[in-house]
């Protein structure tokens, strides 16, 4: 449903920038930086940004202190939604209370909240004890929808869409009709809402303004939230969609004719100086070759290509490895000094690229979302993988990858393995 009437797409000029508080900040903001009003403002918007869209990053400390960045943001978000208007979310697995929270309030205010889980989100969202989905079952929500239930699933499935034995519902996913002065806000993220992905490397894309990618993701959560089965949903009417307003553009899983991020990188076709790939992914397997061959050839081509990495397959790591151009980095911090034992890792699922891209040269260009480098995450899974063309926001994705590369370790890795 439309809240609002469609608007003229909106030309934002930087005083416009100014006024919503366009950021490239990626740690918490101060008070100030939290109100209600606009978007938080830690840093000043480039002259250059085309539309309104910022950033938020978990980096947490050495020894795994928590940073709940994403978490904090979510909770703003929410806290600034008034009666009568919409709230959507779409999860993987959620237990950590403090955003069901905000939800709760948000309905109590007179907010439509409407939230999708997996069914079973890894185990995590059927655990007796979870306190994030109390919250959400005694909240009054418009709707509750735990997918994977109904006739149509096969034996196995926990998704909304793919409908095959491991099919999950991987999305990260909230949209806000109004939050404070922002309207039709879209935040894609990494990050489950559990208490451990805060001592994990995650990302957020979040962008607000742009009414058709609002309604674009307002027709996907309807089809996840009916539990429309389609295990090549990537070419149906929504499985991807490109705004014409900010050319903000979405490619969905499951999948089934090829594999669109080895198609977005082989765009990647000419050397110039300084150009680049930066990879920060939380998987990255064997059944994915494609990637591998595409990074390859174009660490071949001249360009940098840097992959910090959770875990890789042998393969996809013997093809990489010692290629030219190329430097690999397994993150897998479990110091036994640790706080509480915890492990700091990736868990985003970040491309940012630097130069000659579908013909056109100096651009600079990020992919992110929910999307693993597997095969589940192309055939199988309930996945959002986004491209975002914008100044501050692939000089906030670069600069969070720079903290990445700097940061990445191998330390007691569980596999035994600083490699794979």
């Known amino acids: 449903m439309r809240l609002l009437p469609r608007r003229t797409p909106v030309r934002v000029v930087l005083a416009a920038c100014l006024a919503v508080g366009v950021t490239g900040a990626g740690l918490p903001g101060s008070p100030a930086a939290v109100a209600l009003a606009a978007a938080p403002a830690a840093g000043a918007p480039a002259a250059a940004d085309p539309f309104p869209a910022y950033t938020r990053f978990n980096i947490p400390a050495e020894d795994g202190t928590r940073d709940r960045a994403i978490e904090d943001e979510l909770v703003r978000l929410a806290d600034g939604v008034p009666a009568g208007s919409y709230i959507r979310a779409v999860m993987f697995s959620w237990s950590s209370p403090v955003v069901a929270e905000a939800l709760a309030r948000a ?4 907010a439509v909240v409407r939230v999708v889980l997996d069914e079973t989100g890894g185990g995590v969202n059927t655990r007796a004890d979870n306190a994030a989905l109390q919250v959400l079952r005694s909240a009054n929500l418009d709707d509750l929808v735990i997918c994977g239930k109904t006739a149509a699933a096969v034996a196995g499935s926990t998704a909304c869409i793919g409908n095959r034995s491991n099919s999950i519902n991987h999305n990260k996913i909230f949209t806000f009709s109004t939050s404070g002065t922002m309207k039709r806000v879209v935040v894609i993220s990494s990050q489950n809402l559990t208490f451990s992905q805060n001592n994990y490397f995650n990302s957020a894309l979040i962008v607000h303004e742009d009414y058709d990618l609002y309604d674009h ?54 050397y110039e100086p300084g150009c680049s790939v930066d990879v920060a992914h939380a998987q990255i397997t064997d059944a994915r070759p494609e990637v591998a061959a595409q990074l390859r050839r174009i660490g071949r081509m001249g360009c940098r290509v840097r992959v910090v990495y959770g875990s890789m397959g042998g393969t996809t790591y013997a093809t990489l490895n010692g290629q030219p151009n190329i430097s690999l980095k397994k993150y897998h911090d479990a110091e036994a000094s640790n706080y509480d034992g915890r492990v ?19 651009r600079s260009i990020v992919f992110t979302g929910s999307h693993n480098i597997t095969e589940p995450a192309l055939h199988d899974h309930d996945e959002t993988l986004v491209k975002i063309e914008h100044p501050t926001v692939w000089n906030d994705f670069h600069a969070n990858f720079e903290t990445l590369w700097s940061r990445a370790k191998c330390v007691n890795p569980d596999n035994g393995s600083c490699t794979t």
């Open 344 to 362: 700091v890792t990736v868990h985003s699922k970040n491309v940012i690229i630097r130069g000659t891209f579908a013909g056109v040269p100096g």
């Open 217 to 270: 993701f307002t027709a996907y959560f309807n089809d996840l939230r009916a539990q429309r089965k389609n295990n090549d949903y990537f070419n149906s009417a929504n499985g991807y969609y490109k705004s014409p307003n900010t050319g903000v553009t979405v490619y969905h899983s499951p999948r089934a004719d090829s594999d669109t991020l080895a198609n977005r990188l082989a765009e990647v076709t000419a």
């Open 107 to 110: 309905a109590a205010r007179g």
